[in-house]
């Protein structure tokens, strides 16, 4: 099987910053978004996420081989340092096989954005004529959004933010690139519609019904509300991304990376140490979850935790 060299339309950018209203748009007039995606999920993208499950879990793969994950805070540095090598030809045959049907297809994860080291090698032996469209929203709004899915601290939401939209801008400008700002999106998507068509050369048709809604923004954070070095840091690059200059952006780049490699070696040892336990859990877990000593059990298992239920409701006062 050969994949149709036709254009990819690439969505990158931060978890949390509209990826999802993005890709929701552009599939609802035509692109092709992949075969496996994932279901809406209630309160964290009640519209869909637009995910090819079986891209993420590549995706999560090649973290757990780089022991690191999507909300690593050292991730902009592993992900530069990493041997993708031997992962390259998996990469071209899961391509192949999602998407050879169609000459103008979608890839939205914001996990690819850390791994565009890889996934740009995996395109260009590909022969695809790649189109990113980088997704970015003001840092305050998603560090408290952050804060209130997932309970990250503001120093680790402000250095992912930095992860994800330095490693955006700096690896896709270059090329056929379009940044799009969550604002713009929310308040006028036609205009954003034409300006992808005109940018990347595409009829953008289908349901004429726009798929964004006011109600896709929740949080509105203030610039008041930080007061760490990285979410000032953040803000700064925030600025430069939306005038697209690249000498301020360059130079955000060069004082983050002075403050990771100022992090104390002892840290990144600890957290390998026990992002190698936490993967060998999972990996043995996964392995006796797929044995038919598990799914024969399963019913056992569902039948105990029903009476345990029923046992515990008896036994209420």
Not at 190 to 206: P, V
Request: proline content about 3%; charged content about 25%; overall charge negative.
């Amino acid at each position: 099987m050969e994949l149709t060299k036709g254009k990819a339309v690439i969505v990158v950018g931060m978890h949390r910053s509209g990826t999802s209203a993005l890709s929701g748009e552009i599939s609802q007039f035509g692109i092709f978004m992949g075969k496996s995606l994932f279901a809406a999920q209630k309160g964290v993208n009640d519209k869909g996420f637009f995910e090819n499950s079986r891209i993420v879990y590549f995706n999560d793969f090649l973290f757990d081989k780089m022991l690191s994950s999507w909300d690593d805070p050292m991730g902009y540095l592993r992900c530069q340092d990493f041997d993708f090598l031997p992962y390259i030809e998996a990469g071209r045959n899961l391509l192949r096989s999602e998407y050879s049907d169609h000459s103008v297809w979608g890839i939205k994860d914001p996990r690819l954005t850390m791994l565009l080291p890889f996934w740009k090698q995996v395109f260009e032996l590909e022969g695809v004529e790649v189109c990113f469209l980088h997704m970015y929203r003001n840092p305050t709004e998603v560090i408290g959004s952050l804060s209130k899915r997932d309970g990250f601290s503001e120093q680790k939401s402000s250095m992912l933010w930095l992860n994800y939209n330095l490693t955006s801008f700096l690896a896709c400008h270059s090329g056929r690139y379009v940044a799009i700002s969550f604002d713009h999106l929310l308040s006028d998507p036609q205009a954003t519609r034409n300006r992808i068509s005109e940018a990347f050369d595409l009829q953008l048709e289908g349901n004429q019904t726009s798929f964004i809604d006011s109600e896709l923004r929740r949080n509105n954070a203030h610039l008041a509300e930080l007061d760490c070095p990285m979410a000032t840091l953040a803000m700064n690059c925030f600025r430069a991304i939306e005038t697209q200059d690249l000498a301020q952006i360059e130079a955000c780049r060069e004082e983050y990376l002075a403050y990771l490699k100022s992090v104390p070696p002892w840290f990144n040892e600890h957290y390998l140490e026990v992002k190698k336990s936490e993967v060998r859990h999972r990996v043995e877990f996964e392995t006796a979850y797929n044995t038919w000593t598990w799914k024969i059990t399963s019913v056992i298992r569902k039948l105990e935790l029903k009476l345990r239920g029923i046992q515990g409701y008896k036994n209420t006062p």
